[in-house]
């Protein structure tokens, strides 16, 4: 009997009903007058008289518990149905929809294109798996060539350099199917996601994304250039925003040139962004070679143009003071969530 009395007492611990009627069946179940407790006393009514000093108490003590556990559960039923019904207050206000953000590199993608649609240019997309073609041939980069070894590239597929197919190295691959597709003039802006070979560091990441701009037409001049990059600075970084070119290499511009801004952390002081020079490097840029205007069928003696490509990343990190780019791409929402304030 006593381990009998053991079990139930386990079982009645445990029970969690989730509707009154299964609370009415445990009721019937133990307190019924054909239940379980009745049963019990009945069977105690049979043991010797020692053993009924013992069991009269642990049985006086399960038959509390059972009373107990229906006349709680019983009540917690009955507030329960009340709120469902009458008490509820419909004219309370309901709970708020949590918005999520715009991802900073998005944030800062959008106000790049929106200062560039102000000087008219539009916006132009290309694959992220390209040939050997638009990657690299069509921009003059020669077969063989060491520049082809300088952006690391993840081939798909590798034969003789002419059928490689690679995830694209740079947006530049968009102007030449830009140019290839159309006739000038060409005023476009090509956003995108490219790939680099690259163990993956706070300074360094196998992808990224750029900007690509491009203008083509007939006088375009290294003037024309340095005063649109100008205007956009001004606009992304406030006026009085310094910038300054220096010579430099891409198969594709002739001459070539990498555009500085003054440090916008330090002003120019000096600070750990611009490693105390003053100057940081935000872009890549120059007049399109006439080899690749004569690869995309443009007569090169009636049309200049001239080409620029910006990481946003960089950018970014510029504007935001990010110092690890790892952040961009492990989704932490306690580092994205700082961003949600510029929702637009
Ligand atoms: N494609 C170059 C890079 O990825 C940037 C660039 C674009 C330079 C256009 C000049 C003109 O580094």
Redesign the pocket.
């Known amino acids: 009997m006593q381990s009998k009395i053991d079990l139930y007492t386990t079982e009645i611990q445990r029970f969690e009903p989730k509707t009154a009627e299964e609370l009415e069946s445990f009721r019937i179940k133990f307190l019924g007058t054909k239940g379980i407790i009745k049963d019990l006393f009945d069977e105690f009514k049979a043991v010797s008289p020692e053993e009924k000093r013992v069991l009269g108490k642990v049985l006086n003590q399960f038959k509390q518990l059972a009373e107990q556990k229906y006349t709680d559960l019983k009540e917690s039923f009955e507030t329960k149905q009340e709120k469902s019904s009458s008490e509820q207050d419909f004219t309370l206000p309901g709970s708020g929809m949590e918005l999520g953000g715009r991802h900073p590199l998005s944030l800062v993608r959008k106000e790049i294109l929106e200062i560039f649609k102000r000087l008219g240019f539009v916006v132009a997309e290309g694959p992220e798996i390209e040939d050997d073609w638009h990657n690299f041939s069509a921009l003059n980069f020669p077969e063989e060539h060491p520049a082809r070894d300088m952006q690391d590239t993840f081939f798909i597929k590798k034969n003789s350099g002419k059928d490689d197919i690679a995830l694209r190295t740079?947006t530049?691959s968009v102007q030449v199917r830009l140019m290839e597709a159309g006739k000038p003039p060409f005023r476009a802006l090509m956003p995108g996601r490219v790939y680099r070979n690259e163990a993956i560091s706070a300074r360094a990441h196998c992808f990224f994304h750029?900007i690509?701009g491009l203008y083509v037409d007939e006088n375009v001049s290294f003037a024309d250039l340095k005063q649109t990059l100008y205007y956009f600075v001004q606009e992304l970084y406030g006026e009085g925003t310094k910038v300054r070119f220096r010579p430099s290499f891409?198969p594709?511009?002739e001459p070539?040139a990498e555009m500085d801004i003054s440090c916008t952390i330090c002003k120019g002081d000096g600070c750990q962004m611009c490693k105390h020079s003053g100057w940081v490097e935000i872009l890549?840029?120059?007049m399109i070679d006439p080899n690749v205007l004569e690869n995309v069928g443009i007569d090169s003696k009636k049309y200049s143009g001239f080409?620029?490509?910006m990481g946003i990343e960089r950018i970014t990190n510029l504007k935001y003071q990010i110092k690890d780019l790892r952040l961009f791409s492990e989704n932490d929402v306690r580092f994205l969530k700082q961003f949600q304030s510029e929702l637009i």
């Open positions: 740079h530049s750029q690509e891409f594709f511009t070539s890549g840029c120059g080409a620029f490509g």
